[in-house]
């Protein structure tokens, strides 16, 4: 059983920015994919961004591209999303998320395996 614990979260100004971090329990981490959704008061969860195992390939909804930047440190078994210009629209909570396939299925189809609890991001105008 992978466990995944988020932090980081909290309030910020419009036009600035937190990182997200999410830490894995077990060292199989290096073989899941990982991702971060969201999710909005009164909306569906919705895709952020994902990382393939080996760190070397990403992928981001176009609401964050430019924004916002995954990555991943395997030995510490923690993945991160920089998140810079945040904007009121980016107020939600964010779950991170573990895959033990592609980032095109977390992408395009919400895939996962585990979730974390969730960390609050709300950002003020």
């Known amino acids: 059983q992978v466990q995944l614990v988020e932090s980081g979260g909290g309030l910020v100004q419009a036009g600035g920015s937190l990182r997200l971090s999410c830490a894995a329990s077990?060292?199989?981490?290096?073989?899941?994919?990982m991702g971060w959704f969201r999710q909005a008061p009164g909306k569906e969860r919705e895709f952020v961004a994902a990382i393939i195992w080996s760190g070397s390939t990403t992928s981001y909804a176009d609401s964050v591209k430019g924004r916002f930047t995954i990555s991943r440190d395997n030995a510490k078994i923690t993945v991160y999303l920089q998140m810079n210009n945040l904007k009121p629209e980016d107020t939600a909570v964010y779950y991170c998320?573990?895959?033990?396939?592609?980032?095109?299925?977390?992408?395009?189809?919400?895939?996962?395996?585990?979730w974390g609890e969730g960390a609050q991001v709300t950002v003020s105008s």
């Open positions: 998320a573990a895959y033990l396939g592609g980032i095109g299925s977390i992408a395009t189809m919400g895939s996962t395996d585990y």
């Open positions: 077990e060292r199989i981490f290096s073989s899941y994919s």
